[in-house]
């Protein structure tokens, strides 16, 4: 046997003899899976699991038995312990037998929630017990003579017994009583506003017992003014006072609505308020505004909360993205706002296209003719005339531009550097012809009224602007969506088909306002000034043209 083995026989060394000494030079013990001598059973042993030796076996390698303190279904045990309740592992009470210490026993009749029964420790009934048996007027249990309980530790109710006891407020005996007024209540508690009895004498005027919707918190009837909104009495709102201008007046009805401007509202139509219709005055009283998400006169978009200086969205201002505003919106390959320029090299041309994807070069030379637009379309005239530099010799085709175009300083400056001192007075036009060069021989746009257009404004024609001539050339009227003078609305749920507020039952109709019949010339101009409150025309004698 060498160091560290507690023994060694060699080729006898076993883990399945009986008593042997172990293949790892172990002496045989409990445990080991081999019942030796001194063992009665050993719990690793082989056996299956269902085997009744492998799960009666102790980890102490005894077999169980009764008194060992577990109780062991196959054996039949039903308890191990030692008490009055067990004998030879056998329970005692429940067997319907009286035996040792019971006071009772009914079998499965035992019952700790059925009065006047034996309870399942086979003891009598008792007070205490949690049950209202016979000759008990309460039982609670552990709860029996509390402060404020209804059972004593005698099982007696304490609450309607006549007597003021410990916790109670009052107590009238039999006339305790939840529905009469001003009675002490069946809990011994004094009336109280939410005990669902009007007590007159506590200033109660009603008592819902929590219901609040006819009955106050207080106990009070509901009434303007007590901040609560009651609509079955028609309130419309009730802010606790009757001060009139603060948004509810004393008649708990919204002040906003009533076709008066109180307080601190803007405006208000009454009726005609709304949060659709543009122009209109908006269901809070206040003025409508870029913002709040209905396109009003002056405002071409408004997506609400949504207006944005991001790329293609409504402006902030409620203006629609524009080539020149500073923002790269689609079909847009550059946008520099103010700087925009059809003149500066790799910038950004007033149509928002690259200039370097616009210029073309021959001979060492910008040729300007690529920065004109086509014919037909609103852009420049023409004309035969001199240089502006000695010696100001004829033949020199000039381009003078529609609209005028706007310079930074530093592209004058840039300018400049590649033409230098380039200009004189201005000259008579003589005999030199002016062209514009386009097939179309009506240019609408130009100012100028021409061929069958009804208008064409020299400010600026438009189709969201009061009193303008329209982007077609066409007169306002109603219908066209824009309050003109002398419309109250133009479209909307509440305007008629001749642009007046009321009920309308149909689409507005498209009628030529009467003082717009003879443009001569823009007799509207009168009528450019802005719309008064009243409804009656700022300038009469304009419709009578």
């Not at 207006?307 to 524009?322: G, H, T, V």
């Not at 003149?343 to 004109?372: E, H, M, P």
Request: net charge negative.
């Amino acid at each position: 046997m060498d160091w560290g083995e507690e023994c060694d026989d060699g080729l006898l060394n076993s883990n399945t003899i009986q008593d042997a000494c172990r293949v790892n030079c172990t002496t045989a013990k409990c445990g080991d899976g081999v019942v030796d001598t001194n063992e009665e059973c050993d719990p690793n042993v082989p056996f299956p699991s269902y085997h009744w030796e492998a799960k009666l076996c102790r980890s102490n390698c005894t077999l169980a038995t009764c008194g060992d303190n577990i109780v062991d279904d196959l054996l039949g045990e039903e308890c191990d312990e030692i008490s009055d309740r067990c004998d030879e592992c056998h329970l005692l009470c429940g067997n319907g037998i009286v035996q040792g210490r019971e006071q009772c026993d009914d079998g499965f009749l035992n019952s700790n929630i059925v009065p006047n029964r034996c309870r399942t420790d086979c003891t009598k009934p008792y007070c205490g017990d949690g049950v209202t048996d016979n000759n008990e007027e309460c039982d609670t249990g552990s709860r029996n003579g509390i402060a404020g309980g209804r059972c004593s530790t005698t099982c007696k109710i304490l609450c309607g017994n006549g007597v003021l006891d410990a916790g109670e407020q009052c107590d009238n005996g039999t006339a305790n009583s939840d529905y009469h007024p001003h009675a002490c209540r069946t809990n011994c508690k004094f009336p109280s506003c939410g005990d669902n009895v009007t007590d007159t004498k506590l200033g109660e005027e009603c008592d819902a017992g929590g219901a609040f919707v006819f009955c106050r918190p207080n106990c009070r009837l509901p009434r303007c003014g007590d901040g609560f909104v009651d609509t079955h009495h028609d309130e419309e709102c009730d802010d606790g006072n009757h001060n009139n201008g603060d948004g509810c007046n004393e008649f708990c009805l919204k002040d906003c609505g009533n076709g008066v401007a109180d307080g601190n509202e803007q405006c208000d139509n009454g009726r005609y308020n709304s949060d659709t219709a543009p122009d209109a005055c908006r269901t809070n009283c206040t003025k409508s505004y870029c913002g709040d998400g209905v396109v009003d006169s002056f405002e071409e978009c408004d997506n609400g909360k949504h207006n944005s200086k991001s790329s293609s969205q409504c402006r902030p201002n409620c203006q629609l993205p524009f080539c020149g505003d500073g923002i790269v919106d689609a079909g847009e390959a550059c946008d520099n706002g103010y700087f925009n320029s059809d003149a500066i090299i790799d910038g950004c041309s007033t149509t928002c296209v690259l200039n370097q994807c616009r210029q073309a070069v021959t001979n060492a030379f910008v040729d300007f003719g690529k920065l004109l637009p086509p014919q037909c379309e609103a852009g420049y005239f023409t004309y035969t005339g001199s240089l502006t530099t000695p010696p100001c010799i004829e033949g020199v085709q000039w381009i003078v531009f529609e609209h005028i175009g706007h310079l930074s300083p530093d592209q004058l400056r840039h300018l400049r550097s590649v033409l230098g001192p380039n200009a004189r007075p201005t000259h008579p036009l003589g005999k030199r012809l002016v062209h514009y060069p386009t097939t179309n021989g009506q240019r609408c746009g130009n100012g100028v009224r021409e061929g069958t257009e009804e208008c064409d404004d020299h400010r600026g024609n438009s189709d969201d602007q009061p009193n303008r001539c329209r982007k077609d050339c066409k007169l306002p009227r109603c219908g066209d969506g824009v309050v003109d003078c002398g419309e109250e609305c133009d479209g909307g749920s509440v305007c008629t088909r001749e642009c007046t507020i009321g009920t309308g039952s149909s689409a507005n109709k498209t009628v030529v306002n009467m003082f717009f019949k003879d443009l001569i010339p823009y007799n509207y101009f009168c009528c450019n000034a802005e719309r008064p409150q009243s409804t009656t025309s700022p300038c009469p004698n304009c419709y009578q043209q």
